[in-house]
């Protein structure tokens, strides 16, 4: 176990989570990774600090501009892992006026968010929001293990996700594929071809036929886009000189 204090910066959590993984560690339990959002010399606290800093920032846009990317690699920590990651979120709570099975009303707690910046749930293969009772319920569950499930997190919870896990295949060997074919630059070499093939029998009409040649060639390698309409365009276009050429010759 690896006790981390205040303040709880996101370069601890890295740390604390390469470590176990230097060990060999199959799981490892984050509790909490609140503390690295919203806790002393988390990402709020350093986000408020840079704030006062008028000197370099100005709003607090530019002060988002460095906190967000710390934030990334955290959340990119715990998805490249090659431990199987168990994170603890707090959550925001209020007191909703319930009736009792006596008929009486009574407050219930209810969690309403976790406190970590929007979206960190579903960076994770399933999240259970937990009930003052210890029941848990899925609010996201790529699984489909505990669709309509409502029940407390036991060990048997724990081996459900184990069987899916171990039911998953082994990632199949990359293939080795050809490079994908240059539409563009194919074009443009056949074009230049046509142009070099009719060069030397006739006489283009006040133009300079290697002139000609390079400009398109450049054009088109400077647009390498993908785009086989455009050069359909000027092999069409190209052509229609050579026809007017041959005319006038």
Sequence with gaps: MISLDAPFTVPKYREAIATFEQAGYDTIIVDSLTHAWAGEGGLL??????????????NSFQTWREITPE?????????????????????????VMERNERGKMEPRKVGLAPV??????????????????????????????????????SEETGRRLLTWLDSGADAPAPVQQEPPVDRVTQGAEALIAQFEGVKSDIAWTGLDADK??????????????????????????????????????
């Excluded at 785009?227 to 026809?243: G, K, N, Q, T």
């Design 71 to 95: 934030h990334n690699k955290l959340v990119e920590e715990l998805l490249n892992s090659p431990s199987h990651i168990i994170a603890t979120l707090r959550v925001k709570t209020e007191y």
């Design 45 to 58: 606290d350093k986000q408020g600090q840079l704030e006062k800093d008028t000197s370099r920032f100005k």
């Design 116 to 153: 970590f910046r929007d979206g960190i749930e579903y960076e994770f293969t399933v999240c259970m929001d937990v009930d003052i009772d210890h029941n848990a319920r899925t609010s996201k569950d790529r699984t489909r293990l505990f669709d309509g499930w409502f029940d407390r997190i």
């Design 212 to 249: 000609e040649i390079r400009k398109k060639r450049d054009y088109l390698r400077e647009h390498n886009k993908e785009l086989s309409d455009r050069v359909e365009h000027a092999v069409a276009a190209a052509f229609e000189r050579v026809s007017r050429a041959d005319e006038a010759a």
